[in-house]
Every structure is written in C-alpha cells, then in structure tokens.
C-alpha cells in the first residue's frame, strides 16, 4: 500500500524534520517496513552533502566480521573521495552502516557516484547541494530518531512509508529514490509502473544507471533526464502522465520545486492542503493533522493532475 | 392507474416491463412487535444528547463509545475532534442522529442503516461506502469513491468528491454541490448521482441503469452512458431534492443533463423501492 507526503514552506526554512516525522508516522500503518526522508536544507556554495552506507542493517546480525568489514570498506570510500580531490568538510556516523559526509567538490558528480559504489556494499543515497536522503527499516520515529532528524530545517521535503511488496526489506528497496547522479532530485511514488522495463531500457540505451528494480527510481531518473534536456518540472510532470503506464500518485523535488502528478485513472490517493505559506499533501488526511491539528480545507487532486509548487 | 404509471416511468427513462423476480426484503406489518425497527435496534430518544471527544481515542475506541451511548437511549451525538481518523461512525443500523465537528478519514460512515449524519468537514475516501438508509450531509468536500455501493438514503456532499464517485451504486440519491472527477457511477446499477459542478471523464462507464443529473460540463461519458431528455417529472424531482439540502442552483435545475444506461440489462429496472409503488 505504501504512505508518501511531502511539505514546502514558501517563505523560508523550518523544523521540516519533525514535521515529516509525525506526518509519516501517521501513515504507520501504509507500510511499517521502512521510512525515508528527502529533505532540502541550506545549500552551501560548491558544497554538497553526499549520504551513503556501506551495509544494509541486517548485514550487522551476520556476525563479528561485518564489522571489520565496514571499517575497511569506510576505509576504502575515504581513498576514493581523496583520489578524486573531494574535501571532507564534515563526516557524521549515525549509524555503523550509514554515514554523511559534507564535501567541497567541482568535479563530475557522476564519477563520484560511480566510484563510491564500486567499493563493497557501498551505495549513495544522495549527493545534492541541498539534498540530503536517508532512508532505514523501521517507522518513522526509530529512523527519525536514530539519524537525529527531528531538529532538520530546511525548505522542503517528502518522505515515505514502505510495505514491501515486490522487493525485499532492506533500505536499498526503501524510498525515496535519489536520480543517480544528478544533483538534487528525489522522488516518493505510490503506485506501480507497468511500463517500467520499456522505460528504463529505453534509459538505459542513453547511459542513465538504475541502482534498483524499484519503478520508483524510474521517475526520479527519468524527471533528471527531461529537466536536463530543458524542460520544467511542470512539464517534465505532464509528458509523464501519457508515456508511464500504470498507476500512480507521485512527489517529486528539485532544490527549490515539489511537484505532484497522478495518472488518469487517478487511482492512488492523495490529500492536499494549500495554504499562503505552505503546502502539505500526503496520502491520508491523518498525515497533514499530525501537524495541522486544527480544522483545514483540504481536497483531492484529480486524475491527471499535476501541480508545482516553489520554496 | 396503469396507464398512468406506464406513462410515468416511460417519461423517466425507464422501461415498463413488469416488476417480478425474487424479493429479499423483510415485510413489516403494523402487528409486528417492536413496531418497524429491527429487533436489534436500540431504543433511544433523540432529546438525550450526548458528545464525545475524539482528540486521544483510536477509532475503535470512539466507534464502542457510539455504541455505548446508543445502549444507553442518547438519540443525538456530538463527535468532536474527529481528526480525519479513519473508519468512524460505522455500522450504526438505527434512526439517530449524528453531528460530526471536523473531518473524517477513509472509509466514514459506512454501513449505515437509519441514521442522520452532519459533518461539518471533509471527508476521506469511501465515505458512505454501502450504506442502506438514513442520510448524510458533507458540508465541505470528499475523497474518491464517495458513496461507493451506496443501496439507499441520501448521501450529499456540498463542496467536490474526487473520482469514482458513486461506484457500484446499488439505489439511493447522491447529490454533489461541486464538481465530481473520474469514472463517476462506474458500474452503476440503480439509483441517481446528482452533479451540480462538473464531472470528469468517462462519466457513468460501464452502467447497468440508474440515472445521472450534472449541471455543468462533462468531459466525456464513458462505455453504455448515453444522454436522454430531462423530463418535467426530473426536473421536479431535482428541484425538490436539491431544494432540502440547500444546493438548488440560483438558475434552477433546467440545465441539467441527464445520462442513463444506453443498454440495459434484462433483469434490471431502474426504480427505487419507493416508486414501485408508482406503477404497480
């Protein structure tokens, strides 16, 4: 079934990060398997910070020499980010397994990526300006709490709860999905894409990477692509309601964008909240009263419906 | 009188064959003990008002203090602080009446028999989902599937309804102020959606029978919907029902257009219970 919300501010950062927490958590019961956050802080000039993790959670009850392991794989990322001139302004370990690292870099993205990932059980979340992804097993409140997110400020953000379904429990399933490597961009979905392979081949042919079988990250990858071919986010959304079939409700952000489509068949629900200063959707009510207490006007989205908002 | 009643349900779009087939429904009969209620209906008195507040209970906690206030003879009761939680004021099979202050989440109200409902919000997905009578008054708007199954009673929604408005519909009226999205009456067997605002594409796809008023525009209609003439009996009706729950529109209802089954089943007629009367 799957939960997915997303919040911006219209007039500056906030404590986004509790405020995701309680709207996901209110959506607990869309999918207890895992909870992600894509959140939008302050960008720094030729600053990025670069979220990964060199082992899946599960990897830590295999034994004493995972944890040898990750050191040496830490070890090994850390040769990696100095052979490519990557300053490490600042390096958090909230976990043994997932780290954050703030760098000064101006080199190509994508071989940054590319080379993190070639080490052992290394993947990127997310490397942005603003952009920071984490994503873990568990509700939101353990993820928010164990990652320290509920003091995140920041501009905007979407987030989402998992019921596995198609893939394993495991954080590499879990979304948001980042658009490897662009800078930036993260996508929740809720839905399934019935064209999925089609596309992606299709993606593939022009030399986009996939780190899952997630159809989730096909929109992220595949927004990255058109907004890099010129369009906007508005009309990246719009060509994606006729060439993805299935159905589908999805969030979409860019540095200072969220935006939101459903399908024609307008399937898979979402509730939106406007208000002069913020926007909050999600797939329930329930998520938007975990921060709005009082009495709101909120509607339905329609079928083909698409929708841009700017931080 | 047959004549008439041939005359008046061929002017509603219907179609004269006779009424036969089996009947499941419970006959009531003046000499029944316990009057016209079901045996398991309480007893209560609409005078005796209750209220509970819904800020620190989960669903299944609100819906038992429903019960508990129905058991002992509260006949009116104030839901307050629903918070959009999901799945409340359900299965209640008794006349009373309900006033929710706020919103209600997914699957609201469903399985009612009997009762009156207000509320002062919005409303989730599946809102009135199989309910057999009583009515229920949205004041604001309300997610997809509004109605859905809907057998009986009035269900109304003064703002806008998302899509498949109406889905499965069994009997009943619908009646939307606003606009209405996608596949509204999807699979419709009988009864009557009323739009005033717009509805969206594929309107009454796939429709056994029933009929559709809309007073705006409509993209398109779906698979067996097709338009038929607005009669002076429709337009009557419309008034009237639009009428009780203040949705009549400034211009009157002559505007409206009318969408039934083009191809109807031959085991289906398109009367409501209570117009059988009419032409029997």
Request: proline share 3%; glycine share 12%; aromatic share 6%.
């Amino acid at each position: 079934m799957c939960g997915i919300s997303g919040l911006i501010y219209r007039d500056g950062a906030r404590k986004i990060g509790g405020e995701m927490t309680a709207m996901l958590q209110a959506l607990r019961h869309r999918g207890p398997d895992s909870t992600g956050f894509a959140m939008y802080g302050a960008p720094g000039p030729n600053e990025y910070v670069m979220r990964y993790k060199v082992a899946e959670k599960e990897d830590l009850d295999g034994g004493t020499r995972i944890h040898r392991a990750i050191k040496e794989r830490k070890a090994a990322v850390g040769a990696v980010l100095e052979e490519l001139g990557v300053n490490v302004l600042e390096l958090d370990e909230p976990t043994e397994y997932a780290l954050r690292s703030r760098i000064a870099f101006d080199g190509d993205l994508k071989r940054l990526a590319d080379q993190v990932e070639e080490v052992e059980g290394g993947e990127i979340l997310s490397i942005g300006n603003a952009l920071e992804l984490i994503k873990d097993l568990g509700d939101a409140t353990a993820v928010s709490e164990v990652y320290g997110l509920g003091t995140f400020e920041g501009t905007h953000g979407i987030g989402h709860t998992r019921m596995a379904t198609e893939s394993d429990v495991d954080i590499r399933s879990a979304h948001p999905y980042w658009a490897y490597p662009y800078n930036d961009i993260a996508v929740v979905h809720n839905g399934q894409i019935t064209n999925y392979w089609l596309m992606r081949r299709q993606l593939e042919r022009e030399g986009q990477r996939f780190v899952s079988h997630c159809d989730s990250e096909l929109l992220a990858v595949y927004t990255a692509v058109n907004l890099e071919k010129g369009m906007t986010l508005e009309e990246s959304l719009r060509r994606s309601i006729d060439e993805i079939d299935g159905v589908f409700t999805y969030l979409i952000t860019t540095g200072n964008e969220l935006g939101m489509a459903k399908d024609t068949m307008a399937a898979k629900p979402m509730v939106l909240y406007e208000a002069n200063d913020m926007v909050a959707l999600a797939s329930e009510e329930v998520a938007i009263r975990a921060i709005l207490p009082h009495e709101i006007e909120t509607s339905d989205p329609y079928d083909e419906e698409v929708r841009v908002w700017q931080a | 009188m047959a004549g008439m009643s041939e005359s008046t349900s061929t002017q509603m779009g219907m179609h004269t064959e006779p009424l036969t087939g089996r009947d499941i429904k419970t006959k009531f009969t003046l000499e029944n003990e316990g009057g016209f209620a079901y045996h398991f209906a309480r007893d209560v008195d609409f005078n005796r008002r209750a209220e509970i507040d819904c800020a620190e209970l989960e669903p299944t906690e609100i819906n038992r203090q429903i019960r508990d206030l129905m058991d002992s003879g509260h006949g009116s009761i104030v839901i307050r602080n629903p918070g959009a939680k999901h799945s409340l004021v359900v299965g209640i099979l008794n006349r009373m009446n309900i006033i929710v202050e706020g919103s209600l989440g997914y699957f609201g109200c469903g399985l009612l028999d009997g009762p009156t409902v207000r509320i002062s919000g919005r409303v989730g997905w599946s809102f009135g989902e199989n309910m057999m009578a009583g009515v229920c008054v949205v004041e604001e708007n309300a997610g997809s599937t509004f109605g859905a199954a809907l057998r009986g009673g009035d269900l109304v929604c003064k703002g806008s309804v998302g899509s498949r408005t109406g889905i499965d519909q069994k009997g009943g009226t619908i009646l939307i102020g606003g606009d209405t999205g996608a596949f509204s009456g999807f699979m419709m067997q009988r009864g009557r959606i009323v739009v005033c605002g717009n509805a969206g594409k594929n309107l009454g796809d796939s429709m056994y029978d029933g009929t559709i008023y809309v007073g705006g525009d409509i993209r398109d209609l779906g698979v067996d919907a097709v338009q038929a003439e607005l009669t002076d009996l429709d337009r009557a009706w419309l008034t009237r029902k639009l009428n009780m729950y203040e949705l009549l529109p400034t211009q009157g209802v002559g505007h409206f257009t009318k969408i039934v089954a083009g191809k109807q089943l031959w085991s289906y007629d398109n009367l409501e219970p209570t117009e059988k009367k009419l032409v029997l």
